[in-house]
């Protein structure tokens, strides 16, 4: 099959008006096409400052390290005290002993669930790894605790 001709009468493109673009016309043709590249730049530039604000704020959330942070490092060291406790064969601890251990794990979580400061938590986390120790030491020279 043969496809027709493409010409100026099969279309009927030479009926159609002449047309004068106003003088002005490429002017603003450029001015909006200078307008809109403009956009596209500050969209690119906010764009990566938002990435940037972004990246800074998962930073400035990650973890610290133990070393830099002593509620940190209280935190794992009372881990490791428990750990150490609970491997314990025949944990040799009092029954005042055991309860103070309670207190004071119900004052952090009391404290943590108010929101406190880690000037409040550091002293809680300090008294439970010193209560820890000495638990862990009574049971490791099998001797009693005796209060007066």
Same mark, same amino acid.
């Given at each position: 099959?043969?496809?027709?001709?493409?010409?100026?009468?099969?279309?009927?493109?030479?009926?159609?008006?002449?047309?004068?673009?106003?003088?002005?016309?490429?002017?603003?043709?450029?001015?909006?096409? =200078?307008?809109?590249?403009? =956009?596209?730049?500050?969209?690119?530039?906010?764009?990566? *400052?938002?990435?940037? *604000?972004?990246?800074?704020?998962?930073? $400035?959330?990650?973890?610290? $390290?133990?070393?830099?942070?002593?509620?940190?490092? #209280?935190?794992?060291?009372?881990?490791?005290?428990?750990?150490?406790?609970?491997?314990?064969?025949?944990?040799?601890?009092?029954?005042?002993?055991?309860?103070?251990?309670?207190?004071?794990?119900?004052?952090?979580? =009391?404290?943590?669930?108010?929101?406190?400061?880690?000037?409040?938590?550091?002293?809680?986390?300090?008294?439970?790894?010193?209560?820890?120790?000495? *638990?862990?030491?009574?049971? #490791?020279?099998? #001797?009693?605790?005796?209060?007066?």
């Amino acid at each position: 099959m043969a496809e027709p001709e493409l010409n100026l009468r099969s279309l009927r493109l030479g009926a159609l008006p002449e047309f004068d673009p106003p003088a002005d016309l490429w002017a603003r043709i450029e001015s909006a096409h =200078q307008r809109r590249r403009r =956009q596209r730049g500050l969209l690119r530039w906010g764009g990566a *400052l938002a990435a940037c *604000l972004a990246l800074a704020a998962v930073f $400035s959330l990650a973890p610290t $390290s133990p070393q830099t942070d002593p509620l940190l490092h #209280a935190e794992q060291r009372s881990h490791e005290l428990e750990q150490l406790y609970a491997g314990l064969a025949q944990p040799l601890s009092p029954l005042e002993s055991e309860a103070e251990l309670r207190a004071l794990e119900l004052a952090l979580q =009391q404290a943590y669930d108010r929101g406190a400061a880690p000037t409040e938590l550091l002293p809680l986390w300090q008294q439970r790894n010193e209560l820890l120790s000495s *638990l862990i030491a009574l049971s #490791a020279d099998g #001797a009693q605790l005796t209060r007066i």
